[in-house]
């Protein structure tokens, strides 16, 4: 065969195969061949042999893995609810206008709940993380207002030590302390009374100086010194300090008379009643030929301007003029300025020359008590510190104030600013130096931050007396909340001033003999008296009622020592306790006897409350609470020594006062009273066993039925009943039914056919105590119904 013949038969072929298969013509080369070949081959080794055994699994089926999965990608989905978009107003497109709104308002709801839960969340957090750092900062803030010296010996065994419990706790209080406490009750007392209301600075700083520490009576007299004011400051103290000009004349007063006590000192008391004398000597013995090198001016041999300086350092301005006068006229017109200034006038246009002679010569001068005197006399360089004269922060301090002009507020402040901020406790090498920081404070009227100061270095307890002090004078500036540090910063306040909290101070210091001298606490929570809780009740009331309910003075004696003995059953008089020596306008031993019981009914404890409303004679709310309170232990077996049998006597007590008609409540609770002390009774019978004598007791009550045709009376005795005896009725039904099916085993043990009777009457009780179950107005307890079911099917 030739190849002609070939060809022709390849031709004939692939035209049969074409129109009988209709198959697509592929005409590719060798070269396009193995190309392909190689890019498959590629493919396949590339992938693993899941995505080869994919593609063969999914190819048999007729799927295409590639353009399935390029279809995959192609997808967005929403991460968030959108809303769907609007159709068109096309009549047609109804249902799915319809079908997108509605897809809408789900999604729309769902958005606002989800985001509604986020902010609920949110608020949630915040307010818990805010709760839990206020405790946090006011835990903190106690434990830093200075350090315990209570250590702990851990290496020592504990001792076992038997207390005699009739005998008084002794007293934590020093005789420093004791003393202090003393002179507070004296006040209260004299304050109770009516009597004038002495200066407590005052009293308080002559009793300082009978403990023998002249540093402690130094801060005791700048304090009573500086807080001499002439009339009695009304408004906020801290508003006006910086306006009111007798702090800073109390002040360089005080700083006067120390200089002219040293001044007498040094030269000897022979010239302490002649200041122009007692300058002279101290300007001869303190001045040698050496030291008058530089100043310029001299009276006999002495130099003139120290002379005019320290008669004005001690307060002898009538000295200093005279020293002027005698040096010759032309110093007449600054000893009249000086003695202008001392009289309280101004001669303005003689100061004006005198500020230009300054400014033109004696600034520049060699003689630094020339310049002193004319800057504190003319007010000339304020910012000058004067280091040649001043060798001592009183000096320092007494030129600055001296510097002040009546109402210069700002100046003032400038003053306090410098010695705070910018020197402050280690400049002043404080923590070893502590009355020297704290009588500079005092002395420029930062009383709050001095105060605050002493409690800090470990003298809280001179530090609590001066605030208490400086509080009842109307001069401490108190924090705006009882809840805030111990000092604090009022935006709204003159710069550099700080409140003080003087509840936190007194409380803190206070806390720690409250059950020891629990007198003597009383009195110094009385002198928060005029301060008021975030809740607006007055603090006194506030302190007492948390030491009743946070130390537990209720259980001991020391209950009858603040509020007094409650009524007995026999005629007698009881004696008060220490609250009526607080009886007063405001409040008395009674109104304050109620606020603390709602204050204890609040927080749940009822048996301070009773007593409490007792001895403020509102016997219908002690009475009412008592119910409550015995209402919860009614059923309970008798132990004793337990709470029940507490109020089981209680109970008795207030039986036998009501019977004596020494007490008169309302009638609805004098009937529970006596309906719940019928099932106390009851009760106590029931517990010991004596079941006839139980029955007898729970038929005086007239709540159980011992027949059905008991059950309508004792359904509408019970819907009489208050609430706290309702409380007891599942306990009675239950006790009830028990006490027949223990009858009934009793009988049935002895098997007697004369008992038929007995055992019909118990059955007939029985289903009358179920019918009664069923017929109640409210709804009994799982348990109860529960126990009633099962007592009932044991006797059938």
Not at 385 to 395: C, F, L, R
Not at 542 to 547: F, K, N, P, S
Request: charged share 25%; net charge neutral.
């Amino acid at each position: 065969m030739d190849f002609n013949t070939l060809l022709q038969r390849a031709q004939n072929l692939t035209n049969e195969a074409k129109a009988e298969y209709e198959l697509p013509q592929v005409e590719r080369t060798l070269q396009q061949v193995l190309q392909a070949t190689t890019q498959l081959h590629s493919r396949v080794t590339q992938s693993s042999n899941k995505d080869i055994q994919a593609h063969i699994l999914l190819g048999s089926k007729g799927i295409d893995l590639p353009k399935l999965t390029q279809k995959l990608e192609a997808l967005n989905a929403r991460k968030t609810f959108e809303p769907v978009d609007a159709v068109g107003s096309d009549v047609s497109d109804v249902c799915t206008f319809l079908k997108n709104e509605r897809e809408n308002a789900i999604l729309s709801v769902i958005e606002d709940t989800n985001k509604n839960i986020s902010e609920t969340v949110s608020k949630q957090k915040w307010a818990n993380l805010n709760s839990t750092w206020n405790e946090e900062k006011t835990r903190l803030l106690d434990a830093l207002i200075g350090p315990s010296q209570n250590f702990i010996d851990l290496q020592r065994l504990p001792e076992h030590i038997t207390l005699d419990p009739n005998l008084p706790p002794s007293s934590c209080l020093s005789q420093m302390e004791l003393v202090y406490a003393q002179e507070l009750r004296h006040y209260n007392e004299l304050l109770l009374k009516g009597a004038h209301r002495p200066n407590l600075v005052q009293k308080f700083a002559l009793l300082a100086s009978s403990f023998g520490d002249d540093r402690l009576t130094d801060m005791w007299s700048a304090l009573a010194s500086v807080t001499q004011v002439n009339e009695p400051i009304h408004s906020d103290p801290i508003k006006i300090r910086q306006q009111r000009p007798e702090f800073i004349i109390n002040a360089k007063s005080y700083l006067e008379r120390r200089y002219k006590l040293y001044m007498c000192t040094l030269v000897g008391a022979a010239h302490s009643s002649n200041s122009y004398q007692l300058v002279r000597a101290y300007v001869t013995n303190r001045f040698s030929a050496q030291h008058t090198i530089g100043l310029v001016d001299t009276l006999d041999n002495k130099p003139l301007w120290p002379m005019v300086y320290y008669a004005m350092r001690c307060g002898a301005a009538a000295a200093a003029v005279e020293f002027l006068h005698e040096a010759g006229s032309s110093y007449e017109d600054f000893a009249q300025v000086i003695a202008d200034r001392n009289a309280g006038a101004v001669n303005s246009r003689t100061e004006t020359q005198l500020k230009l002679q300054y400014a033109n010569k004696i600034k520049n001068s060699t003689d630094a008590y020339k310049k002193a005197v004319y800057c504190f006399v003319l007010g000339c360089d304020p910012n000058e510190s004067h280091g040649e004269v001043a060798k001592t922060i009183d000096d320092y301090l007494w030129i600055k104030l001296a510097m002040l002009r009546p109402g210069d507020a700002g100046g003032y402040g400038r003053l306090q600013s410098e010695i705070l901020e910018k020197y402050g406790e280690k400049h002043f090498h404080a923590i070893n130096q502590t009355d020297v920081y704290f009588n500079t404070l005092v002395l420029v009227g930062l009383f709050e931050a001095a105060i605050e100061f002493l409690a800090r270095s470990g003298h809280r307890v001179h530090g609590v007396h001066m605030a208490i002090a400086l509080h009842e004078l109307g001069v401490l500036g108190g924090a705006r909340s009882v809840s805030q540090p111990l000092l604090s910063i009022d935006i709204a306040d003159p710069q550099p001033l700080r409140r003080l909290n003087l509840t936190r101070l007194v409380r803190l210091y206070a806390k720690r003999f409250e059950r020891t001298d629990t007198t003597e606490v009383l009195n110094y929570y009385f002198a928060l008296r005029s301060l008021r809780d975030p809740k607006g009740r007055n603090m006194f009331l506030t302190c007492v009622c948390d030491l009743v309910v946070c130390s537990g003075v209720l259980d001991t004696s020391i209950f009858d020592l603040i509020f007094g003995q409650r009524m007995t059953d026999m005629d007698e008089e009881v004696p008060g306790g220490v609250f009526r020596q607080f009886d007063c306008p405001e409040f008395d031993t009674n109104t304050m006897a109620s606020l603390v019981a709602e204050e204890l009914v609040a927080r749940g404890s009822f048996e301070m409350a009773v007593r409490l409303y007792e001895l403020a004679g509102n016997y219908n709310l002690a009475l009412k609470h008592f119910n409550i309170l015995l209402a919860q232990f009614v059923q309970l077996s008798p132990q004793e020594g337990s709470q029940r049998a507490r109020l089981r006597d209680e109970a008795h007590r207030f039986s036998r006062l009501l019977a004596a008609r020494r007490i008169e409540v309302e009638p609805k609770i004098r009937g529970s009273f006596e309906l719940l002390q019928l099932l106390l009774v009851f009760f106590d019978l029931h517990h010991e066993g004596k079941l006839v004598q139980a029955v007898e007791q729970l038929q005086r009550t007239k709540l159980m039925p011992n027949t059905t045709d008991d059950v309508d009376g004792c359904l509408t005795n019970i819907k009489k009943l208050s609430g706290e005896v309702i409380k007891v009725i599942p306990d009675v039904m239950v006790a009830a039914m028990d006490i027949t099916l223990t009858q009934y085993n009793r009988l049935k043990t002895r098997m007697c056919t004369s008992d038929q009777l007995q055992f019909q009457k118990l059955r007939v009780r029985a289903k009358a105590l179920s019918n009664l179950a069923a017929s109640m107005p409210f709804r009994m307890p799982y348990e109860t119904n529960k126990r009633l079911m099962q007592l009932e099917l044991m006797m059938n």
